[in-house]
C-alpha cells in the first residue's frame, strides 16, 4: 500500500475533528474521502501531507512516515488545493517554470518539463498570457499541472472541482484519469457524488470525524438494499389486490418489490399483475445511488 493510516486522532480544543481513521490506499488508484462538511475530509489530507500533526495514530506516504520523515514525504507527494495557488501576474509557462526551479530542475530541463505539461493539460494556446485572464477550469488545470511538475508518486486533490461549470468539471476528470492510467495515485477529496462515482475505484465515507462506510460505489450501493421495482397504481383498490399477490412495501399508491435487477423479474411481475387482472399506472426501476448512500449514512 503506498498509504497506510491507523488511528489517527486529531482534536482542535474540546472539539474531536478525527476518531480514528484507517485508511490503505494500493498504488495507482483513485481513492475518494467522501463526506459532509465538516467530517474531516481536509484535515486527514492536511496530516497526510505533513501540514498537520496527528494527536494520535500513524501514517506513511511510500514507506515514509509523515511524522519522523516529513522531507521524504514531501518528495514523492502533490497537494492541489481548493483554490489554485497560481501567480496571476505571471504567465501559465512562467508559472510552471518557477515551480520547475523550486523544485532543483535545471531550467533546461524545466522548460522541457513545462512545455510537456502545458500541451499535456491543453493551455499551450494560452501559455503566454497572464493567468489573470484564464478562465477558472483553465486556472484549476495550470495548478494540476504546477503540482505534475516534479512526477509525485501521489497526488492529494482537495475539491480539485470545487467552482467549476459542469464542462471545466468533466475535463478535469479526463485528466485525472489520464494521471490514474499513468500510475499515479491519487488520494481526493469531494462532495460532488457524481465525481466518486465516476473516478473513485474505493470511497471512503467520512462522518464527525469516524469512516461509516468504506468500499466501492457499487458495495456502497448494496449495503443501503438493492435494486426495487416501483408500480403505482390509480387508486389504493388496485394497491391493496396488488400487495396480496406480491411482495413489497406499499407506499401511498405505489408498491416497492425487491428486484435482482434483471429483465426476467421485471416480466415475471408483470405477468403475476395481469394474471391478476391488475394494471399499473407506471412501472420504473431503481437502483440506489450514492446519493441514498450519503443521505442513509450520514444523516
Known amino acids: 500500500m503506498i498509504v497506510e493510516a491507523t488511528g489517527l486522532r486529531k482534536s482542535y480544543g474540546a472539539t474531536e475533528v478525527l476518531s480514528g ?9 483513485v481513492h475518494a474521502l467522501l463526506g459532509p462538511n465538516g467530517a474531516g475530509k481536509t484535515t486527514t489530507v492536511r496530516i497526510l501531507t505533513t501540514l498537520t500533526r496527528p494527536d494520535d495514530g500513524r501514517a506513511t506516504i511510500a514507506g515514509y512516515d509523515v511524522l519522523r520523515e516529513p522531507a521524504q514525504v514531501r518528495g514523492v507527494i502533490s497537494l492541489t488545493g481548493q483554490y489554485a495557488a497560481v501567480d496571476e501576474d505571471q504567465t501559465g509557462r512562467e508559472n510552471l ?6 523544485m532543483h530542475l535545471g531550467r533546461p530541463a524545466a522548460r522541457r518539463r513545462t512545455g510537456d505539461l502545458l500541451e499535456r493539460f491543453g493551455l499551450t494556446d494560452a501559455m503566454d498570457r497572464r493567468v489573470k485572464t484564464y478562465s477558472g477550469g483553465m486556472r484549476r488545470r495550470l495548478d494540476l499541472a504546477m503540482s505534475l511538475i516534479a512526477r509525485p508518486r501521489v497526488i492529494f486533490l482537495d475539491e480539485p472541482t470545487t467552482g467549476l ?3 471545466s ?62 408500480l403505482r397504481f390509480a387508486d389504493e383498490v388496485q394497491l391493496l389486490k396488488a400487495t396480496g399477490v406480491l411482495d413489497g412495501v406499499a407506499d401511498e399508491l405505489v408498491l416497492n418489490i425487491p428486484s ?5 423479474h421485471l416480466h ?3 405477468d403475476v399483475l395481469r394474471d391478476n387482472g391488475l394494471q399499473p399506472e ?15 449514512l450520514t444523516a
Do not use: C
Open 282 to 296: 407506471r412501472v420504473s426501476s431503481h437502483r440506489p445511488t450514492l446519493d441514498d448512500v450519503f443521505l442513509a
Open 169 to 230: 468539471r468533466s475535463t478535469m476528470w479526463e485528466v485525472i484519469g489520464e494521471l490514474v492510467r499513468d500510475g499515479t495515485t491519487i488520494l481526493l477529496t469531494t462532495q460532488y457524488l457524481e465525481e466518486a462515482d465516476r473516478l473513485a475505484d474505493r470511497i471512503v465515507l467520512l462522518d464527525h470525524g469516524r469512516i461509516v462506510a468504506t468500499g466501492t460505489a457499487d458495495e456502497l450501493k448494496t449495503q443501503i438494499g438493492g435494486e426495487r421495482i416501483e
Open 165 to 167: 461549470d459542469p464542462a
Open 97 to 102: 517554470v518557477m515551480v520547475g526551479r523550486l
Open 21 to 29: 481513521v484507517d485508511l490503505r490506499v494500493p498504488e495507482g488508484s
Open 268 to 270: 415475471h411481475v408483470l
Open 260 to 264: 435482482d435487477g434483471t429483465a426476467a
